[in-house]
């Protein structure tokens, strides 16, 4: 298994700058990998990320409100697990969105794979565990005949969760991106 620093190092190549110390030269690493570009203008840009904000601020309050229900829907050791379950994959995406809306293009080779593995593995995984924390979490409510309309509500309040995670992947999944050499360790011609 490669250690982080190869997997940097492996887009940089080491060049020798004269400095004025013992060795005479000083390294300076120069990027030499890919340059990522999202295939949008500014304004499709700045749309995509106040939907992609608005929809984590949904998903944020919508999955706080029906996890703070005192409903039996929350009671379920099943559901309840799976449930804390889904913040591992959520940090995934909440860190990929941030990266997305804050990013410049083009990008470096690894902010490009952070956003996308960040959003690609977060947001499906995030809303098929809270998926299955409902399904197990109803099936408990009617085995021990313990539901009600606010059961319901809070049902309802995960399944947007969720939905806004999976509608923020699918989202991101129709992106085209634009691939650039590197010339002197700035953005080049096509690759």
């Keep these: 298994m490669k250690r982080t620093h190869d ?10 700058i004269p400095a004025d110390n013992k060795k005479g030269y000083r390294i300076k690493l120069r990027y030499k990998g890919l340059w990522y570009s999202w295939e949008m203008t500014a304004q499709e840009k700045k749309s995509r990320n106040i939907r992609y904000l608005l929809m984590e601020a949904v998903s944020i309050a919508a999955f706080i409100t029906a996890a703070l ?13 799976i449930s804390v379950l889904s913040l591992i994959p959520w940090i995934a995406e ?18 490009f794979e952070e956003i996308r593995k960040g959003i690609r593995f977060g947001c499906p995984v995030r809303a098929a565990l809270i998926a299955a924390a ?13 539901f009600s ?3 319901m509500i809070s049902v309802l309040l995960f399944l947007l969760s969720a939905a806004a995670s999976y509608m923020i992947y699918r989202d991101y999944l129709t992106l085209r991106y634009s691939l650039r050499k590197s010339e002197d360790g700035k953005p080049g011609g096509k690759a």
């Design 149 to 151: 309309p606010r059961n």
């Design 7 to 16: 997997r940097f190092i492996k887009n940089y190549e080491k060049i020798q």
């Design 69 to 81: 229900q005192p409903v039996g829907l929350n009671t379920g050791r099943v559901a309840a697990a």
């Design 134 to 146: 409902l399904v197990t979490g109803i099936i408990e409510l009617l085995v021990t005949r313990k």
């Design 94 to 111: 909440l860190w990929g969105v941030f990266r997305f809306v804050t990013a410049r293009t083009p990008m470096m080779e690894s902010d």
